[in-house]
């Protein structure tokens, strides 16, 4: 499955943004999603994932609360919600994927996935 994420831009501390993640390909309902995000300097982190029907969902501490993933099968979609947006939320966010063999399986780590979308900014100013 392809991946392309789109939806970052500008905001001010505790606006809010909608990140949308399309993917192409065969069975997405098969693939268990998730969003990292990677500041300046910083390695890659774990933000948000969701199984492949999007029952199961699990958050970073630092989102949680703030943030809600989902996706939606039909449209071969896969979204992340972000409120109150903090200055440290700033980054460049990317969703993944991968196939899941089961349908609450959550994934977190980085080489957990195999599918990556190239990533959209995400500039949250105080």
């Known amino acids: 499955v392809q991946l392309q994420a789109f939806g970052g831009g500008l905001v001010q501390a505790g606006g809010s943004l909608r990140l949308s993640c399309a993917a192409s390909g065969r069975n997405f309902d098969y693939y268990a999603m998730g969003w990292f995000r990677q500041a300046p300097g910083k390695e890659r982190e774990f933000v948000a994932a969701i199984s492949r029907t999007g029952d199961s969902t699990y958050y970073a501490d630092s989102v949680k609360g703030r943030f809600t993933i989902s996706r939606d099968n039909d449209k071969n979609a896969g979204y992340l919600q972000m409120l109150s947006l903090k200055p440290e939320d700033t980054a460049v966010y990317y969703c993944?994927?991968?196939?899941?063999?089961?349908?609450?399986?959550?994934?977190?780590?980085?080489?957990?996935?195999?599918?990556w979308g190239q990533g959209t900014q995400v500039t949250v100013s105080s």
């Open positions: 993944a994927a991968r196939y899941a063999s089961y349908n609450e399986y959550v994934y977190t780590g980085l080489r957990d996935y195999s599918s």
